[in-house]
């Protein structure tokens, strides 16, 4: 297992869409501004997550405790 897998189970975003028993292709379906290829990026932090990402994410995966989160680690 390379150190950029590990990075990403670390990943609280990674680690919610796990939870919630959903493929990367599966999640961005339930979104409607993210694409596959930005929620991976955000899963192994190559790129800053903006409120509508968490706001899209906490809805998919029915973890609303993720805007809070966010909040309280990232604003």
């Given at each position: 297992?390379?150190?950029?897998q ?65 909040c309280?680690?990232?604003?």
């Amino acid at each position: 297992m390379g150190s950029q897998q590990v990075d990403q189970e670390k990943n609280i975003y990674y680690r919610l869409r796990k939870e919630a028993n959903m493929t990367r292709a599966r999640a961005v379906d339930e979104m409607d501004t993210i694409s596959e290829r930005r929620l991976e990026s955000l899963e192994y932090g190559e790129t800053d997550v903006q409120p509508a990402d968490v706001i899209e994410m906490a809805k998919a995966y029915k973890h609303p405790e993720l805007c809070n989160y966010y909040c309280s680690h990232e604003c």
